[in-house]
């Protein structure tokens, strides 16, 4: 069955791999692009996301621009790993069309509105910071999400971006716990899974060497994680000879959940030593949580959808 889903993103070299999967999937029907400060800001963000539809052919699909910074807090960025255009220097075509006129949270709220109840799917790759904002501002709309998948975080991982927060955690942690805490039907996807789906040098090449568009430039994208002296925050094995594909976890789960074990645990976020951080607490909400992964057949899936065309 078809799932409509909206991506939300901060791209991103690996975002930027996970949306061209959605876009080579037929399983998903991307009705559109929110955009959210994170690996870079807001303006370079959303010009990424124009960009890689442009590279896929698809500008029909609207890009609206989202929260420019967290909800409390200042925010950062990530250049050293995803290159100061986010893309990691990989050459992308300019937007073929300009975000739409309306901010993300109120286009999200009116897309929700418009659909049946529990239809619409959130596939969040970047801070939850517009999905917090949507259950501040529209909590009704958001009651009618259907799924959110959203990677992010560390449960026994240590982390990337302190002692054991992930990235997108440790950006808007107040907005992780908002969303953890509504009663959405949320997926979490964190450091635990993503780091077994890594990609090496000789995939990379193979992709480069493929005939289509989406997968020469997944190739040359990942190939620029090799170029980052942190990895994209991954631990990567002596010789440094793969890299993690951490958002297009996001999309392969949609696609194939059976690839994934998952949990609910009941998860605390932590808002002060180690912003992000997350810890079991009984007292808190349970998120179902992706522990284990099938590896080897989530690369499989992705690399047939990239070169498929």
């Known amino acids: 069955m078809t799932r409509t889903v909206i991506i939300d993103t901060d791209p ?27 690996n870079l800001g807001i303006g370079v ?54 975000p739409i006129g309306i901010a993300a949270v109120e286009w999200l709220a009116a897309e929700v509105d418009r659909a049946p109840a529990g239809s619409l799917d959130v596939l969040a790759l970047g801070p939850l910071t517009n999905l917090a904002l949507l259950l501040r501002d529209h909590p009704r709309s958001a009651a009618r999400l259907g799924k959110v998948i959203a990677m992010g975080g560390a449960i026994h991982e240590t982390g990337n971006a302190g002692p054991r927060a992930e990235f997108n955690m440790a950006t808007d942690p107040e907005a992780a716990a908002a969303v953890f805490a509504a009663g959405l039907d949320v997926v979490l996807i964190p450091l635990d899974v993503t780091r077994r789906v890594r990609a090496t040098r000789a995939e990379t090449a193979a992709l480069r060497a493929s005939a289509t568009a989406a997968a020469q430039a997944s190739g040359a994208l990942i190939d620029a994680y090799f170029q980052s002296t942190s990895g994209g925050g991954s631990r990567p094995p002596a010789g440094g000879d793969s890299r993690p594909l951490h958002d297009p976890c996001v999309m392969l789960y949609a696609l194939r959940p059976e690839l994934f074990g998952t949990q609910a645990l009941q998860l605390a976020v932590d808002f002060g030593d180690d912003p992000g951080a997350l810890a079991l607490d009984p007292s808190a909400a349970p998120v179902v949580t992706t522990m284990s992964v099938d590896g080897a057949g989530a690369k499989t899936l992705l690399w047939q959808r990239l070169t498929d065309g």
Do not use: C, K, Y
Request: hydrophobic share 45%.
């Open 12 to 38: 991103g070299i690996d975002d930027a791999v996970a949306i061209l999967l959605a876009l080579a999937s037929p399983e998903l029907e991307v009705r559109g692009v929110t955009t959210v400060a994170g």
């Open 45 to 98: 963000t959303t010009r990424n996301a124009g960009r890689i539809l442009a590279l896929a052919g698809r500008s029909d699909i609207p890009v609206a621009v989202g929260a420019a910074q967290p909800l409390t807090r200042r925010g950062s960025d990530s250049a050293g790993v995803h290159g100061g255009d986010g893309l990691g220097g990989v050459a992308f075509p300019e937007p073929a069309r300009a």
